[in-house]
């Protein structure tokens, strides 16, 4: 039974099906479900317990662009700038071309951090022309945000991409190479999709200002994102920084940092004026 854990990846196939030169593969699927999810989830709460009032089609619209665009400029810039800066219509152009006829290659790779300010960005967007507050529209959306965290790791598992290091654990897993590793997209699974979705939950019984559940959800997924790097294994475009640290850790305490700043800002903002009253 151990052996048939161990060896689980080396026996799923990461495509769903294939119709011709167009590929599903579950990893879409996956992100797909988790979309679909987090609609139905919002629709709920849009309608059961909160007084904003707006178009939920567009709000989803607006956010998947905008987490499309950012974390494929990310993606370029930051993990793989030479080569799409040697062919820049990769960086959204599924299809190559050759004397055979059209292929469809995909899109890999896309950087978390600049999704999340390309969604931070549209959301902003939708809210101005829709005279909405900002803040408090994604105090309702960020509480549902981990459940789509949750199947896209799921995905990155079925796809074999993003494993973890190398281990001696007993339940990690040989992803094709042979040695044992960490399976860290299920522990990001876990931690970024689960443990998130309930800490968050949690804080929406209690009301600080507007904004804040926005910065409880990037504060903490940054540290969970910091502390589960650990296992992931580096990636190969980026060396480790000063031997020890991932550059997406790094990018993980800055983003964490500013949360907490903006965090204590707010806070003291309404202290005083509290005290004023």
Same mark, same amino acid.
């Given at each position: 039974m ?10 799923? #196939?990461?495509?769903?099906?294939q +119709? ?42 607006? &956010?998947?662009g ?14 793989n700038?030479?080569?799409?800066? %040697?062919?820049?219509t990769?960086i ?7 004397? =055979?006829?059209i292929?469809?290659?995909? &899109? ?7 999704g999340?300010?390309?969604?931070l960005?549209? $959301? ?15 105090d ?7 459940l ?7 995905? #990155?598992?079925?796809?074999? =991409?993003?494993? $973890? ?15 044992? /590793?960490?399976?860290? %997209?299920?522990? =990001?699974?876990?931690?970024? $999709? +689960?443990?998130l ?8 019984k ?18 969970? /994102? ?10 190969? %475009? ?6 020890? &640290?991932?550059?997406? %850790?790094?990018?993980a305490?800055i ?23």
């Amino acid at each position: 039974m151990l052996e048939i854990w161990q060896n689980l990846p080396t026996f799923i #196939n990461p495509i769903a099906f294939q +119709i011709g030169f167009f590929v599903v593969r579950w990893y879409s699927l996956m992100w797909m479900t988790g979309i679909i999810i987090i609609y139905f989830v919002l629709k709920k709460e849009k309608i059961g317990k909160t007084k904003i009032y707006f178009d939920l089609d567009k709000l989803m619209f607006y &956010l998947m662009g905008g987490i499309f665009l950012g974390g494929r400029l990310g993606y370029a810039l930051f993990y793989n700038f030479n080569y799409y800066f %040697q062919n820049p219509t990769k960086i959204f152009n599924p299809f190559s071309f050759n004397s =055979e006829g059209i292929h469809f290659e995909g &899109l890999y790779g896309m950087s978390y951090f600049g999704g999340l300010v390309g969604a931070l960005i549209a $959301g902003f967007i939708f809210a101005r022309r829709n005279k909405l507050d900002f803040f408090s529209l994604a105090d309702l959306v960020a509480p549902v945000i981990p459940l789509g965290y949750f199947f896209g790791r799921v995905g #990155n598992f079925l796809n074999g =991409e993003l494993f $973890g290091r190398i281990t001696t654990m007993p339940w990690g897993m040989n992803f094709g190479d042979g040695v044992l /590793r960490h399976p860290s %997209q299920l522990y =990001e699974a876990a931690g970024e $999709g +689960i443990l998130l979705f309930f800490i968050l939950n949690y804080l929406k019984k209690r009301s600080f200002f507007s904004g804040h559940l926005l910065l409880f959800y990037i504060f903490f997924y940054s540290i969970i /994102r910091f502390i589960l790097e650990f296992f992931r294994q580096p990636d190969l %475009q980026k060396s480790l920084m000063w031997n020890f &640290l991932t550059f997406n %850790q790094v990018i993980a305490l800055i983003f964490s940092s500013f949360a907490i700043l903006f965090w204590l800002i707010n806070y003291v903002m309404i202290k005083g004026r509290k005290n004023l009253i």
